[in-house]
């Protein structure tokens, strides 16, 4: 038995992290040769958190300029993995190894993906009352252990939402179970999240869920990505291979760990997306009043009278997303575009506006038509059901029904129309055309502040993303 820990904690999938650590390192240092200005000037690799995409920042928000910054240092890229192994051999082998526990786990099929070999730490997570727990209640859980040569557990650790759930954002559980002189011990505490920014790049290839993976990522950026350039892009219809985007964000963390038990964590600080040649920033900014909301980096408010989609974007739907024929999908053929969508999927009204009619019309099936300002009305058809009436003050976003297959449908979707006194418009011209909201200028010197910090920062979320995906 041996305190001293030779390796440090690898918190992600750690077999292939180890293998492409070495790799990394090196082009890191060559990353840092190649654009030592930017390394300096805002970016800190948190290595114990070393994901493939994805780097850690620390501490919290609000300015980037207060942004501890460290360099990764020579003694970190010099060592060669044959010293590397060098030392360990020097050494009692302690190794680390996470994963999350499932629905389905035993104790022994756990201990076994975590790559350990000892019945008597398997007895104890059956048996101990302390230690049963990591097995009990809801999946999910984040497991370390620290075994030894011979795959003996010296240490479990697992974190997991708080038992309170009014500490389910600000708290999380820790459970340890430590081998002492007497056998193996388990003890149970809580401790507080900590906020974290991250930051994180990718190019979207089959969709943007798969991208936000590969970027390891948590899915929560996919669907606020989505909604942050709600007004910019139809991420059902628009989203094209090879859309890149660089993300700086917040996460809540369990002992430095981004936690994976709550998806609604975590919010986007500062995101650009460039989608088919065009490219989109946002930033989150409170102003004056303290009314947090997104804006571009010229200050323009995200906000805009109507959404570029009547659908949310999910997991769900963005597998449909990339499928969609162009032509068969083009406006003009029936004077409106298709949605391919699952039935029941949620349809939202793009703006503001008065149910001017809902129930059914032949051809449509169930349709309901919102009238909004100047003269402009929108219709959602073939809808499976409809959650508004006739008269009814709707609100941007608000769910108006569900996609379904009613009228003359030959599937399951959502078709939508715009009009302007009456006569159907493209779609795709509504929400470009809508009106922009501005902020006050007592904000602007501070948001000018604050952009370019962000600007900086995902200019190095992209670089490094780039240099890590084709080995720049
Ligand atoms: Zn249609």
């Known amino acids: 038995m041996t305190e001293r820990s030779i390796a440090p904690p690898k918190l992600n999938s750690p077999d292939p992290v180890d293998r492409a650590f070495d790799t990394v390192a090196a082009q890191t240092r060559h990353f840092v040769a190649r654009h030592p200005r930017k390394i300096a000037a805002v970016i800190s690799f948190a290595l114990a958190g070393f994901g493939a995409a994805a780097f850690g920042i620390a501490p919290l928000m609000p300015d980037p300029a207060d942004l501890p910054r460290r360099m990764v240092t020579e003694d970190v890229v010099q060592h060669g993995v044959a010293s590397q192994l060098e030392a360990l051999a020097d050494h009692d082998l302690q190794l680390y190894r996470n994963d999350l526990t499932r629905s389905s786990d035993t104790a022994d099929t756990l201990l076994r993906r975590l790559t350990v070999n000892d019945p008597q730490a398997a007895f104890f997570l059956r048996t101990d009352p302390i230690g049963r727990k990591v097995l009990e209640g809801r999946s999910g859980k984040m497991v370390q252990v620290r075994i030894n040569a ?131 920033s946002a930033i989150w900014f409170k102003d004056a009043s303290g009314r947090g909301a997104y804006y571009g980096l010229d200050g323009q408010s995200k906000r805009r009278p109507f959404l570029a989609s009547p659908m949310e974007f999910s997991r769900v739907t963005s597998g449909f997303a990339m499928r969609v024929h162009p032509i068969i999908n083009s406006w003009k053929q029936h004077k409106g575009v298709d949605y391919s969508a699952p039935s029941g999927t949620p349809v939202r009204a793009i703006g503001d506006g008065i149910v001017e009619f809902a129930g059914w019309q032949n051809g449509y099936g169930n349709v309901v038509e919102i009238r909004h300002s100047n003269d402009r009305s929108t219709v959602y058809a073939h809808l499976s059901h409809i959650d508004v009436a006739k008269g009814q003050r709707i609100e941007q976003g608000a769910h108006i029904g569900a996609v379904g297959a009613t009228g003359w449908a030959t599937g399951p979707h959502l078709h939508f129309e715009v009009k302007v006194a009456g006569v159907q418009q493209d779609p795709e011209l509504l929400a470009k055309a809508s009106e922009l909201m501005g902020m006050t200028t007592a904000s602007r010197l501070q948001f000018a502040q604050l952009s370019r910090g962000f600007k900086n920062q995902l200019e190095v979320a992209e670089s490094v993303g780039r240099s890590l995906a084709y080995g720049e």
């Open 150 to 280: 011979n795959g003996e557990l010296d240490e479990l650790v697992a974190r997991y939402a708080a038992p309170n759930p009014e500490q389910i954002s600000t708290r999380f559980t820790r459970l340890r179970i430590e081998r002492t002189e007497s056998g193996l011990h388990a003890s149970l505490e809580t401790a507080p999240l900590a906020a974290q920014v991250r930051m994180g790049s990718g190019t979207v290839r089959s969709s943007l869920f798969a991208a936000t993976d590969e970027a390891r990522m948590p899915d929560a950026m996919a669907t606020q990505l989505a909604e942050v350039f709600a007004t910019d892009i139809d991420f059902h219809r628009e989203l094209r291979k090879g859309a890149t985007f660089s993300v700086v964000y917040e996460a809540l963390t369990a002992d430095g760990e981004p936690i994976t038990w709550n998806a609604a964590v975590g919010r986007i600080l500062a995101a650009e997306f460039v989608n088919d040649g065009k490219s989109y």
